[in-house]
């Protein structure tokens, strides 16, 4: 297993999403769509994304937290639904995504003549999210190395490097198929394979094992490959 010496080592990074209050709130579907308007970008980020890092303990029915609320607070099925299927792997950026939210939201204004109330018990609390990045000492030398090292990653880990990794400039990719690119093209299969991965509607714990899988039975094909030629 030769080292390409012109390839940095890849850098293995945990994370943790600390969470900082923004002073807005929520108690009815107006309210909602206002503070949509003008919240930090990193609040909408938050309460999409940061469901999939934030301890569980059940089985939730919505991947985010408006959907959530609009089920369990405002008790508007309709719009819950709407919001659930909402995948935010599939736009560019925050404001993009923004922009759906609040569409959709005002949609559902357009439609209903009465507004529902949460209890005060229950008002949308918008949170921002500041990720907290954690060297962990480790690296990585080879491709050949991933299949080994994936499935004893942090799920802190695979959140920074395969979903936090997308929306940093310039790339705006994952960082295993960003570090495979720099060994010329000869990755391009696997990096391929690992870009249809949607890492939105699974637990990382499953992120993680799809991720394994298609690592090891990309180099197990490799090695059979080689050993036949």
């Known amino acids: 297993m030769a080292r390409n010496s012109k390839v940095e080592p890849f850098v293995v990074k945990d994370c943790v999403l600390a969470a900082i209050a923004t002073g807005r709130r929520a108690q009815n579907l107006r309210e909602l769509r206002d503070h949509l308007q003008v919240v930090h970008p990193g609040s909408v980020y938050y309460h999409f994304w940061g ?9 939730p029915e919505y991947n985010n937290d408006f959907a959530s609320w609009a089920r369990h607070a405002l008790h508007d099925i309709r719009l819950a639904e709407r919001l659930g299927v909402i995948d935010p792997a599939d736009f560019t950026d925050i404001e993009t995504l923004r922009q ?45 190395e991933l299949p080994a090292a994936i499935p004893v990653l942090s799920l802190g880990s695979i959140y920074y490097h395969l979903i936090d990794a997308r929306r940093r400039e310039p790339q705006f990719t994952d960082d295993f198929r960003s570090w495979l690119e720099r060994w010329g093209g000869q990755y391009a299969d696997l990096g391929q394979q690992l870009a249809e991965i949607d890492p939105y509607f699974i637990p990382l714990a499953e992120l993680r094992t799809q991720l394994t899988t298609i690592v090891r039975s990309y180099h197990f094909e490799r090695q059979l490959e080689a050993s036949v030629s």
């Open 51 to 59: 469901c999939l890092l934030r301890p569980r303990f059940d089985d």
């Open 100 to 144: 759906e939210l609040i569409d959709i939201i005002e949609e559902r204004l357009d439609e209903t003549e009465f507004l529902n109330w949460a209890g005060r018990d229950k008002q949308f609390y918008f949170v921002r999210a500041q990720t907290v990045v954690f060297d962990t000492g480790r690296r990585l030398l080879h491709p050949n």
